[in-house]
Protein backbone atom coordinates (compact mmCIF):
# COMPACT_ATOMS: atom_id res chain seq x y z
CA UNK A 1 0.00 0.00 0.00
CA UNK A 2 0.76 3.42 -0.56
CA UNK A 3 3.15 4.68 2.46
CA UNK A 4 2.48 8.96 1.15
CA UNK A 5 -0.47 10.53 4.36
CA UNK A 6 -3.43 10.51 2.19
CA UNK A 7 -3.61 14.31 2.20
CA UNK A 8 -0.66 14.51 -0.62
CA UNK A 9 -0.91 11.75 -3.01
CA UNK A 10 -0.97 12.01 -6.72
CA UNK A 11 -4.51 11.21 -8.16
CA UNK A 12 -7.51 12.48 -8.67
CA UNK A 13 -10.76 12.38 -6.40
CA UNK A 14 -14.22 12.07 -7.56
CA UNK A 15 -16.40 15.55 -6.18
CA UNK A 16 -19.93 16.65 -6.90
CA UNK A 17 -19.59 15.86 -10.30
CA UNK A 18 -16.11 16.01 -11.39
CA UNK A 19 -12.28 15.75 -10.85
CA UNK A 20 -10.35 17.36 -9.19
CA UNK A 21 -6.42 17.12 -8.53
CA UNK A 22 -6.03 14.80 -5.19
CA UNK A 23 -4.36 17.94 -3.13
CA UNK A 24 -6.90 20.44 -4.12
CA UNK A 25 -9.70 17.60 -2.98
CA UNK A 26 -10.52 20.21 0.35
CA UNK A 27 -13.55 21.03 2.63
CA UNK A 28 -13.31 24.32 4.68
CA UNK A 29 -12.67 23.66 8.62
CA UNK A 30 -16.06 25.40 9.56
CA UNK A 31 -17.69 22.14 7.44
CA UNK A 32 -20.76 21.16 9.52
CA UNK A 33 -20.11 17.53 9.17
CA UNK A 34 -16.72 18.13 10.69
CA UNK A 35 -18.09 19.40 13.48
CA UNK A 36 -21.53 17.59 14.47
CA UNK A 37 -19.88 14.07 12.94
CA UNK A 38 -23.01 13.66 10.45
CA UNK A 39 -21.03 12.53 7.02
CA UNK A 40 -21.75 8.59 6.16
CA UNK A 41 -19.58 6.82 4.09
CA UNK A 42 -18.79 2.89 2.43
CA UNK A 43 -16.08 1.04 1.71
CA UNK A 44 -15.90 -0.17 -1.25
CA UNK A 45 -13.93 -2.64 -2.41
CA UNK A 46 -12.22 -3.39 -6.30
CA UNK A 47 -10.67 -6.86 -7.29
CA UNK A 48 -9.60 -6.86 -11.04
CA UNK A 49 -10.74 -3.70 -12.16
CA UNK A 50 -14.60 -4.70 -10.59
CA UNK A 51 -16.15 -3.34 -7.62
CA UNK A 52 -17.82 -6.21 -5.58
CA UNK A 53 -21.66 -5.78 -4.51
CA UNK A 54 -21.51 -1.85 -5.95
CA UNK A 55 -25.05 -1.37 -6.66
CA UNK A 56 -25.46 -2.49 -2.70
CA UNK A 57 -22.93 -0.36 -1.63
CA UNK A 58 -24.04 2.53 -2.93
CA UNK A 59 -28.15 1.87 -1.99
CA UNK A 60 -27.08 1.68 1.47
CA UNK A 61 -24.96 5.11 1.18
CA UNK A 62 -28.46 6.95 0.36
CA UNK A 63 -30.12 4.58 3.40
CA UNK A 64 -26.94 6.21 5.33
CA UNK A 65 -28.18 9.94 4.71
CA UNK A 66 -31.90 9.38 5.15
CA UNK A 67 -31.76 7.82 8.24
CA UNK A 68 -29.56 11.01 9.62
CA UNK A 69 -31.65 13.50 8.06
CA UNK A 70 -30.56 14.54 4.84
CA UNK A 71 -30.70 13.34 0.65
CA UNK A 72 -27.64 13.12 -1.41
CA UNK A 73 -28.16 14.36 -4.29
CA UNK A 74 -27.07 12.14 -6.53
CA UNK A 75 -28.80 8.56 -7.87
CA UNK A 76 -27.78 5.18 -7.62
CA UNK A 77 -26.89 4.88 -10.61
CA UNK A 78 -24.73 8.04 -10.83
CA UNK A 79 -22.99 7.16 -7.57
CA UNK A 80 -22.14 3.47 -8.72
CA UNK A 81 -20.86 5.79 -12.27
CA UNK A 82 -18.52 7.92 -10.15
CA UNK A 83 -17.08 5.00 -8.23
CA UNK A 84 -16.45 2.68 -11.76
CA UNK A 85 -15.22 6.45 -13.35
CA UNK A 86 -13.01 7.05 -10.31
CA UNK A 87 -11.90 3.34 -10.25
CA UNK A 88 -11.05 3.53 -13.79
CA UNK A 89 -8.84 6.77 -13.89
CA UNK A 90 -6.83 5.22 -10.80
CA UNK A 91 -5.45 3.38 -13.34
CA UNK A 92 -5.59 0.57 -10.45
CA UNK A 93 -7.40 -2.89 -10.46
CA UNK A 94 -7.60 -3.80 -6.76
CA UNK A 95 -8.52 -1.14 -4.68
CA UNK A 96 -10.25 0.38 -2.01
CA UNK A 97 -13.07 2.67 -3.04
CA UNK A 98 -14.64 5.34 -0.35
CA UNK A 99 -17.31 7.32 -1.68
CA UNK A 100 -18.65 9.82 1.16
CA UNK A 101 -21.08 12.51 1.68
CA UNK A 102 -21.27 15.46 4.21
CA UNK A 103 -22.98 18.87 5.49
CA UNK A 104 -20.70 21.54 3.72
CA UNK A 105 -19.87 24.67 5.29
CA UNK A 106 -23.24 26.96 4.20
CA UNK A 107 -24.17 27.42 8.25
CA UNK A 108 -22.91 26.40 11.06
CA UNK A 109 -24.85 25.77 14.71
CA UNK A 110 -27.02 22.63 15.42
CA UNK A 111 -29.29 23.29 12.92
CA UNK A 112 -28.40 22.07 9.75
CA UNK A 113 -30.94 22.56 7.04
CA UNK A 114 -29.20 24.94 4.98
CA UNK A 115 -26.10 22.96 4.42
CA UNK A 116 -25.89 22.18 0.84
CA UNK A 117 -24.73 18.15 0.97
CA UNK A 118 -21.53 17.55 -1.44
CA UNK A 119 -19.99 13.68 -2.45
CA UNK A 120 -17.12 12.48 -2.86
CA UNK A 121 -15.54 9.20 -4.08
CA UNK A 122 -11.45 8.17 -3.78
CA UNK A 123 -10.27 5.16 -4.93
CA UNK A 124 -6.02 3.92 -3.65
CA UNK A 125 -4.47 1.03 -3.43
CA UNK A 126 -5.06 -1.73 -0.52
CA UNK A 127 -4.29 -4.89 0.77
CA UNK A 128 -4.60 -6.99 3.30
CA UNK A 129 -6.33 -4.95 6.28
CA UNK A 130 -4.52 -7.41 8.72
CA UNK A 131 -0.81 -8.41 7.95
CA UNK A 132 -0.74 -12.23 8.07
CA UNK A 133 -4.56 -12.79 7.99
CA UNK A 134 -4.49 -16.28 7.89
CA UNK A 135 -2.13 -17.06 11.23
CA UNK A 136 -5.24 -15.43 12.79
CA UNK A 137 -5.53 -12.46 14.59
CA UNK A 138 -5.97 -11.68 18.51
CA UNK A 139 -8.72 -9.85 19.79
CA UNK A 140 -9.37 -8.11 23.15
CA UNK A 141 -12.57 -7.41 24.52
CA UNK A 142 -13.47 -3.72 24.07
CA UNK A 143 -14.66 -1.40 26.59
CA UNK A 144 -17.03 0.48 24.85
CA UNK A 145 -20.16 -1.10 23.98
CA UNK A 146 -23.00 -1.02 20.67
CA UNK A 147 -25.17 1.76 21.91
CA UNK A 148 -28.63 0.97 21.71
CA UNK A 149 -31.26 1.97 18.63
CA UNK A 150 -33.04 4.31 20.64
CA UNK A 151 -29.97 6.64 21.13
CA UNK A 152 -28.48 6.94 17.28
CA UNK A 153 -29.35 5.42 14.12
CA UNK A 154 -27.81 2.20 14.37
CA UNK A 155 -28.16 1.08 10.86
CA UNK A 156 -26.39 4.07 9.55
CA UNK A 157 -23.19 3.93 8.04
CA UNK A 158 -22.36 7.64 9.92
CA UNK A 159 -19.22 8.58 10.87
CA UNK A 160 -19.62 9.74 14.08
CA UNK A 161 -21.15 6.34 14.67
CA UNK A 162 -17.20 4.85 14.55
CA UNK A 163 -15.76 7.25 17.39
CA UNK A 164 -16.36 4.00 19.74
CA UNK A 165 -14.35 2.08 17.43
CA UNK A 166 -11.56 4.05 16.60
CA UNK A 167 -10.99 4.55 20.50
CA UNK A 168 -11.52 0.60 20.46
CA UNK A 169 -9.33 -0.10 18.44
CA UNK A 170 -6.05 2.45 19.45
CA UNK A 171 -6.80 0.50 22.91
CA UNK A 172 -6.63 -2.95 21.73
CA UNK A 173 -3.30 -1.98 19.34
CA UNK A 174 -1.56 -0.38 22.51
CA UNK A 175 -2.17 -3.36 24.49
CA UNK A 176 -1.23 -5.68 21.69
CA UNK A 177 -4.08 -6.98 20.29
CA UNK A 178 -5.31 -6.40 16.76
CA UNK A 179 -8.16 -5.58 17.20
CA UNK A 180 -11.33 -5.16 19.71
CA UNK A 181 -14.56 -7.23 20.72
CA UNK A 182 -17.42 -4.88 20.90
CA UNK A 183 -20.46 -5.67 22.82
CA UNK A 184 -23.72 -4.33 22.58
CA UNK A 185 -25.63 -2.28 25.33
CA UNK A 186 -27.32 -5.59 26.83
CA UNK A 187 -23.94 -6.96 27.07
CA UNK A 188 -24.05 -9.39 24.16
CA UNK A 189 -21.49 -9.31 21.68
CA UNK A 190 -21.81 -7.67 18.91
CA UNK A 191 -19.00 -6.91 16.67
CA UNK A 192 -15.39 -5.70 16.46
CA UNK A 193 -14.70 -2.20 15.32
CA UNK A 194 -15.27 -2.29 11.60
CA UNK A 195 -16.73 -5.88 11.04
CA UNK A 196 -19.09 -8.98 12.33
CA UNK A 197 -18.36 -12.10 13.87
CA UNK A 198 -18.96 -15.73 12.96
CA UNK A 199 -17.98 -18.55 15.77
CA UNK A 200 -18.12 -22.57 15.06
CA UNK A 201 -19.81 -25.22 16.94
CA UNK A 202 -20.20 -28.15 16.01
CA UNK A 203 -19.88 -27.82 12.43
CA UNK A 204 -22.45 -24.89 12.63
CA UNK A 205 -22.05 -21.07 12.50
CA UNK A 206 -23.30 -18.67 15.15
CA UNK A 207 -23.31 -15.24 14.78
CA UNK A 208 -25.14 -12.15 16.43
CA UNK A 209 -28.57 -11.43 15.23
CA UNK A 210 -27.52 -8.48 13.74
CA UNK A 211 -30.92 -6.77 15.28
CA UNK A 212 -28.61 -3.18 15.98
CA UNK A 213 -25.84 -2.99 13.69
CA UNK A 214 -25.08 -2.44 10.22
CA UNK A 215 -26.59 -4.32 7.74
CA UNK A 216 -23.15 -5.73 6.45
CA UNK A 217 -22.70 -6.84 2.86
CA UNK A 218 -19.75 -9.12 3.55
CA UNK A 219 -22.05 -10.48 6.51
CA UNK A 220 -25.13 -11.18 3.36
CA UNK A 221 -22.39 -12.85 1.37
CA UNK A 222 -21.24 -15.31 4.25
CA UNK A 223 -24.16 -16.19 4.65
CA UNK A 224 -24.84 -16.73 1.17
CA UNK A 225 -22.03 -18.57 0.79
CA UNK A 226 -22.49 -21.02 4.02
CA UNK A 227 -26.22 -21.63 2.56
CA UNK A 228 -24.24 -23.13 -0.68
CA UNK A 229 -22.15 -25.20 1.51
CA UNK A 230 -24.99 -26.50 3.55
CA UNK A 231 -23.84 -25.08 6.72
CA UNK A 232 -26.42 -24.18 9.05
CA UNK A 233 -26.11 -20.85 10.67
CA UNK A 234 -27.51 -19.74 13.89
CA UNK A 235 -28.37 -16.15 14.28
CA UNK A 236 -28.90 -15.20 17.76
CA UNK A 237 -28.33 -13.22 21.06
CA UNK A 238 -24.46 -14.48 22.10
CA UNK A 239 -23.65 -13.78 25.80
CA UNK A 240 -19.63 -13.22 26.77
CA UNK A 241 -19.80 -16.68 28.89
CA UNK A 242 -20.27 -18.40 25.59
CA UNK A 243 -17.11 -17.91 24.08
CA UNK A 244 -14.97 -20.44 25.38
CA UNK A 245 -17.45 -23.31 23.75
CA UNK A 246 -16.56 -22.52 20.46
CA UNK A 247 -13.85 -23.97 18.43
CA UNK A 248 -13.08 -21.52 15.56
CA UNK A 249 -13.94 -17.56 15.20
CA UNK A 250 -13.51 -15.70 12.32
CA UNK A 251 -14.71 -12.09 11.26
CA UNK A 252 -16.03 -10.33 7.88
CA UNK A 253 -16.28 -7.00 6.11
CA UNK A 254 -15.22 -5.02 3.23
CA UNK A 255 -11.79 -4.58 4.78
CA UNK A 256 -10.96 -7.20 6.61
CA UNK A 257 -12.58 -9.68 4.37
CA UNK A 258 -12.67 -13.39 5.97
CA UNK A 259 -9.96 -13.00 8.90
CA UNK A 260 -9.59 -15.92 11.01
CA UNK A 261 -9.45 -15.22 14.80
CA UNK A 262 -6.85 -16.95 16.79
CA UNK A 263 -7.88 -15.89 20.03
CA UNK A 264 -9.89 -13.34 22.31
CA UNK A 265 -7.68 -12.35 25.50
CA UNK A 266 -7.15 -15.84 27.20
CA UNK A 267 -9.43 -17.81 24.67
CA UNK A 268 -7.91 -19.81 22.08
CA UNK A 269 -9.01 -21.00 18.73
CA UNK A 270 -7.61 -22.74 15.64
CA UNK A 271 -9.16 -21.98 12.43
CA UNK A 272 -10.31 -25.15 10.94
CA UNK A 273 -11.58 -26.43 7.41
CA UNK A 274 -14.71 -24.15 8.23
CA UNK A 275 -12.91 -21.37 8.10
CA UNK A 276 -10.28 -21.84 5.36
CA UNK A 277 -13.22 -23.37 3.02
CA UNK A 278 -14.99 -19.92 3.52
CA UNK A 279 -11.71 -17.53 3.26
CA UNK A 280 -11.39 -19.64 -0.33
CA UNK A 281 -14.99 -19.50 -1.46
CA UNK A 282 -14.84 -15.47 -0.37
CA UNK A 283 -12.18 -14.89 -2.45
CA UNK A 284 -13.52 -16.86 -5.46
CA UNK A 285 -16.60 -14.72 -5.03
CA UNK A 286 -15.29 -11.75 -5.35
CA UNK A 287 -12.94 -12.42 -8.42
CA UNK A 288 -15.77 -13.96 -10.29
CA UNK A 289 -13.97 -17.32 -10.22
CA UNK A 290 -16.94 -19.64 -7.77
CA UNK A 291 -18.47 -21.98 -9.85
Known amino acids: MQ ?3 YHDRDGHIWMDGEFVDWRQAKVHVLTHSLHYGS ?3 EGDRAYDGKIFELNAHSQ ?4 SANLLGYE ?4 VEQINKACTDTLAKSGLGSAYVRPIAWRGSDMMGVASKGNKIHLAVAVWAW ?3 FADKMKGITLCMAKWRRPAPDTIPCKAKGAGL ?3 CTLSKDAAEAEGYNDALMLDYRGQVAECTGAHVFFVRDGELHTP ?3 ILLDGIT ?3 VLALAKRRGINVIKRDIWPDELPTFSECFIVGTAAEITPVRSIEDMQYIPGELTVNMVEDYDKLVRGKLK
Do not use: E, H, Q
Not at 60 to 63: E, G
Not at 72 to 75: D, V
Open 39 to 41: GVF
Open 3 to 5: SAP
Open 209 to 211: TND
Open 219 to 221: RKA
Open 72 to 75: IPFT
Open 60 to 63: RLLK
Open 127 to 129: GDY
Open 162 to 164: YMI
